[in-house]
């Protein structure tokens, strides 16, 4: 099981290749300008991350905007990725009482399978685990995703349920911060 923060980005990409039954993931996420991601807080970097989930959760997904819009954005910290210099995956971290809700993860359409949305989740992970206090982190995933979280760790429990009509699983997975 792929539990462990320090499990290589290797390990993690052939687990993902194994569940999902496909080839070439680790050759994709290894080709071109590399993925970065960092933690924003000014005005200009949150609007990207805001345009990239619009992109994804409104105009894709159908996602209604005022359910995607909720308010909250103002307590999380947001995370932005960028494929060379062009801003291609966001999201955001609600940290709450020694847990942390890691909502809206996207990635534009052009840049998936090339290890952008492993790249965010590493980075929210590396940063919870080393946050005092920090035990668990939570979130709420799209069915299709499930075995990409479950790679990274997590554990769905409870039913399949829908949000914005979308079938979703609650995922849980243990933090080592301390």
Aim: charged residues 25%.
């Amino acid at each position: 099981m792929l539990a462990s923060r320090d499990v290589p980005l290797a390990e993690v990409l052939a687990e993902l290749e194994r569940r999902e039954g496909v080839s070439g993931v680790a050759e994709k996420a290894a080709r071109g300008p590399g993925v970065s991601v960092r933690r924003v807080s000014d005005e200009a970097g949150i609007a990207r991350c805001l345009a990239i989930r619009e992109l994804v959760f409104i105009e894709e997904q159908a996602v209604p905007a005022e359910l995607e819009v909720d308010g909250l954005d103002p307590r999380c910290r947001h995370y932005l990725a960028t494929l060379g210099a062009e801003p291609v995956g966001a999201a955001r971290v609600l940290p709450q009482d020694g847990r942390a809700k890691i909502q809206r993860v996207a990635v534009v359409p052009a840049a998936r399978g090339q290890g952008v949305g492993l790249a965010i989740m590493q980075r929210i992970l590396d940063d919870l685990a080393h946050e005092p206090g920090m035990a668990e982190a939570w979130l709420e995933s799209q069915i299709h995703a499930v075995a990409f979280y479950e790679a990274l760790g997590f554990v769905a429990e409870g039913e399949e349920f829908l949000d914005a009509g979308i079938p979703h699983l609650t995922m849980r997975k243990k933090l080592s911060a301390g």
